[in-house]
């Protein structure tokens, strides 16, 4: 199975989300504030069909955060992350897929990664006709990914999608 593809928005995702942010509270206690993010915290935006959460903390606390995801079952995926942010996944069971990718990125509170993931994603939720524009650039990169050997898909994918990101943030940042 591709890593690379688009599917339609699915109204199941906001559920998902919640589900899995009640596993993290239990987890994790309630001081963490945690956020729906990526594509299928968009309504009507379509992607790769991944849960993606932040959960925001401390800088003090990132690496205790992590730990604590690690004993959930979430793998730590280091050259994915960065000193902003602690990047982690998960394949939980999934009653229409089967199993469903979970992706939690632990954030440092007050960052530049969170506060752009944010205007990001309320920016495509206030303005449908940019999360379309941004939908197009998805399903442009999956295909020209698809289409590259497996050691580029990653850098192609992301290669696509980086101009209308970096247009959104900026239309974000203004408003």
Do not use: C
Not at 36 to 43: C, D, K, L, Y
Not at 61 to 85: A, D, H, I, K, N
């Amino acid at each position: 199975m591709s890593k690379y593809v688009y599917k339609p928005y699915d109204a199941v995702f906001p559920g998902l989300f919640e589900a899995e942010k009640v596993r993290l509270e239990a987890a994790l206690g309630s001081r963490y504030q945690i956020e729906h993010m990526g594509s299928t915290a968009v309504p009507g935006l379509g992607g790769k069909g991944i849960i993606d959460i932040y959960v925001i903390a401390p800088y003090a606390e990132l690496t205790s955060v992590s730990s604590q995801l690690r004993r959930m079952g979430y793998e730590f995926v280091l050259e994915s992350s960065w000193l902003e942010r602690l990047f982690h996944k998960q394949d939980l069971p999934d009653g229409k897929e089967g199993t469903r990718r979970y992706h939690i990125h632990v954030v440092g509170e007050g960052g530049e990664d969170l506060k752009n993931g944010l205007a990001f994603r309320d920016y495509l939720r206030a303005h449908p006709d940019s999360a379309q524009e941004y939908a197009k650039a998805k399903k442009k990169a999956a295909k020209a990914a698809a289409e590259v050997p497996e050691q580029d898909r990653k850098l192609t994918y992301m290669a696509i999608k980086a101009p209308v990101i970096k247009d959104i943030i900026q239309k974000a940042s203004a408003v």
